[in-house]
C-alpha cells in the first residue's frame, strides 16, 4: 500500500523558516515524482514544485520565487521542502503527492496523497 505522511508544519513569523517532510512507504520515492501542493482557505489546490522520478529535475512555479526548495533523500524514502523567507501569503495545508509518470502541476495527475500539514505565517 502506497502512502505518504507529512511533517513539520506549524506557525512562523513572517521571514522566518520551515522544513516540511513528506515520508513514504510502499514505493520509492527515486522512481516516482513527487509533488509539493499547498491550498489555502477559499481557494483551489495549486502546485507548488515537484521533483522527477529517476531524475533530480525539479520545477518550481513562480510564486514560490526562489525561495523554496525540494529535495530528496532515498535512504530515508523521503522529500522535503525547505522554505525560506516565508510571507503571509504562503499560510495554506501543504500536501504531498506522487505520480509514476513525470512531474505535473496538475493536482488532478497525482494519484497518491498525503493528509497535508498547516503552514500558518504570521506575526
Known amino acids: 500500500q502506497l502512502r505518504l505522511v507529512e511533517s513539520g508544519g506549524g506557525l512562523v513569523q513572517p521571514g522566518g523558516s520551515l522544513r516540511l517532510s513528506c515520508a513514504a512507504s510502499?514505493?520509492?520515492?527515486?522512481?516516482?515524482?513527487v509533488g509539493w501542493f499547498r491550498q489555502a482557505p477559499g481557494k483551489e489546490r495549486e502546485g507548488v514544485t515537484c521533483?522527477?522520478?529517476?531524475?533530480?529535475?525539479?520545477v518550481y512555479r513562480d510564486v514560490v520565487d526562489g525561495r523554496f526548495t525540494i529535495s530528496r533523500d532515498v535512504a530515508k524514502n523521503t522529500v522535503y521542502l525547505q522554505m525560506d523567507n516565508l510571507k503571509p501569503e504562503d499560510t495554506a495545508v501543504y500536501y504531498c503527492?506522487?505520480?509514476?509518470?513525470?512531474?505535473?502541476?496538475?493536482?488532478?495527475?497525482?494519484?497518491?496523497w498525503g493528509q497535508g500539514t498547516q503552514v500558518t505565517v504570521s506575526s
Open positions: 521533483i522527477g522520478g529517476g531524475s533530480d529535475h525539479n
Open positions: 510502499g514505493f520509492s520515492v527515486y522512481l516516482f515524482s
Open positions: 503527492a506522487a505520480r509514476y509518470q513525470v512531474c505535473s502541476d496538475r493536482a488532478g495527475e497525482f494519484e497518491y
